[in-house]
């Protein structure tokens, strides 16, 4: 089992930066492919970006490649996004997950935090 819990989202203007932390305790937590995905009110929550167990392998939506990176301490039972060059279409809440399976498919997302909000005035 994993536990996400996100912080570090604001308001924040176009062009800026911003990093998200997700504190994801659990005993599942080493093994787990963990992904950021985020939701507009009205629209379907979409994938952002993940990043396999150890760090091996991520993988990012178009929409955020190249501006975006996630990275991820096993130490410290952190994953992060490091948001660049934002745009007010990046307005969303950002909701970390657990992926247990390390399949990558949405519905192995089993374990999500409670999201934090991103803003991105224009």
């Known amino acids: 089992q994993v536990q996400p819990a996100e912080s570090g989202g604001g308001l924040v203007q176009a062009g800026d930066s911003l990093r998200l932390s997700c504190a994801a305790s659990?005993?599942?937590?080493?093994?787990?492919?963990m992904g950021w995905f985020r939701q507009v009110p009205g629209k379907e929550r979409e994938f952002v970006a993940s990043?396999?167990?150890?760090?091996?392998?991520?993988y990012y939506a178009d929409s955020v490649r190249g501006r975006f990176t996630i990275s991820r301490d096993d130490a410290k039972s952190m994953v992060y996004l490091q948001m660049n060059s934002l745009e007010p279409e990046d307005t969303a809440v950002y909701y970390c997950?657990?992926?247990?399976?390390?399949?990558?498919?949405?519905?192995?997302?089993?374990?999500w935090g409670q999201g934090t909000q991103v803003t991105v005035s224009s």
């Open positions: 997950a657990a992926d247990p399976t390390g399949t990558n498919l949405p519905n192995e997302y089993r374990y």
């Open positions: 659990g005993p599942a937590f080493s093994s787990s492919l």
């Open positions: 990043i396999a167990r150890s760090g091996g392998s991520t």
